[in-house]
């Protein structure tokens, strides 16, 4: 083998051995295979060589480039692997079966009330409802004996989005969905329809203590032949001492909503101030909850249920606000705060 290509390929093997990063093997590719690097000019060189000569200096000459090219490949691998590893071992070391040493979580306040709400109405032979945020006009407003330019419709100042449809304004939205999904089973089977459907709601409301833009509500009815006002009251007044576990007061008061004749206000004495009177209930010492009454006959006849010979009532109770009566929360911005530690202190046990 030509002396010249002998002393390349030792000059390259001691070379890399000694190559320390990524930067001096290109330093070292480009000296040797670059267009101006020693084996190019080699290859460059052969032109001067007689045919004879070219035939076996070529072969020499390319088979050190295969050389060059295979030792450099195989460094750049050992470089990389060295690299991604020198970056693992900088990783700080995680034990992912360590138990939490930081904050845990818990369950929203929320969340537990709405539960608990569940359960009791599960017990009480109703069926819980899932219904979507986003919702049309016909089932938030029209459905419900509101029609479009209602005066009724200022009393929810409504999040209306491009595409015509809105946020829900209330749980109330999915009424007219139920009654047509249970509407047959009562009309053919004598089943009566009874469903609760909790659910986030959003107003453009000024928020302060009792008020947030966004809160949740969950709805509850009851339809069949015989349904009276005194039904309505004794499952309100159950789900409350249930939930609180002792005997709440609590007044009925007439209340106007398009979708219910008669219509009521459900209030419950404040629990934070004991009914004296403080922000958390606008200092009237009684704290708006759940306002209720029996479905009106138009709303029984758009979800497909005949108003002569059926009869049904609708609450629609404020869980937000029942979750700040029953943790004591005295301001109704602090449980959409996300802080764990400030939402914590209500639920720690349990
Ligand atoms: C309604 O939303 C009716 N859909 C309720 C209803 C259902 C009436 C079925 C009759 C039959 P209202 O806007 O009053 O009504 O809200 C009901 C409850 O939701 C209130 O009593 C209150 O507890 C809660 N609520 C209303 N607005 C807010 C708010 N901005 N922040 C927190 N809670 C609110």
């Given amino acids: 083998m030509n002396e010249k290509i002998i002393a390349l390929q030792n000059e390259i093997n001691e070379k890399l051995s000694s190559v320390a990063d990524l930067a001096e093997l290109d330093a070292l590719r480009v000296a040797y295979l670059g267009k101006k690097g020693s084996i190019t000019a080699l290859l460059k060189g052969m032109k001067d060589l007689s045919v004879e000569e070219k035939k076996t200096f070529g072969a020499e000459v390319n088979s050190l480039k295969e050389f060059a090219t295979e030792k450099i490949d195989e460094k750049l691998i ?7 590893a020198a970056e693992i071992n900088a990783m700080p070391i995680i034990d992912v079966t360590a138990p939490a040493d930081t904050d845990r979580g818990s369950y929203h306040p929320i969340t537990l009330v709405q539960r608990q709400c569940e359960a009791i109405f599960k017990s009480m032979g109703f069926t819980v409802e899932d219904y979507p945020e986003v919702v049309t006009d016909y089932e938030c407003f029209e459905a419900l004996n509101i029609p479009k330019h209602h005066p009724a419709r200022d009393m929810q100042d409504t999040y209306y989005l491009s595409n015509g449809q809105l946020l829900k304004t209330h749980t109330s939205a999915a009424q007219n969905a139920i009654l047509k999904k249970y509407g047959k089973n009562l009309m053919e089977n004598g089943v009566p329809i009874k469903a609760i459907f909790p659910g986030r709601c959003f107003r453009n409301e000024a928020t302060d203590a009792c008020h947030e833009n966004t809160f949740f509500q969950m709805e509850g ?8 006002i005194s039904n309505l009251i004794y499952f309100m007044k159950s789900m409350l001492s249930e939930v609180f576990q002792k005997d709440i007061k609590v007044r009925l008061r007439p209340g106007f909503f398009p979708f219910v004749e ?20 606008k200092h009237s010492g009684w704290l708006e909850l759940c306002p209720c009454g029996m479905i009106h006959p138009n709303v029984l006849r758009d979800g497909g249920i005949d108003p002569e010979e059926y009869i049904g009532f609708a609450f629609g109770l404020g869980l937000t606000r029942l979750a700040m009566m ?5 301001d ?3 449980l959409n705060s996300g802080s764990l530690k400030a939402l914590s202190q209500f639920t720690d046990d349990e």
């Fill in 78 to 84: 050992e470089l990389k692997e060295k690299e991604i």
């Fill in 262 to 281: 008669p219509g009521f206000e459900l209030d419950i004495s404040c629990l934070i101030c004991g009914g004296e009177g403080c922000p958390s209930c």
């Fill in 332 to 334: 109704i911005r602090n």
């Fill in 326 to 330: 029953k943790y004591g929360v005295k």
């Fill in 221 to 228: 009815i009851m339809v069949d032949k015989a349904i009276n």
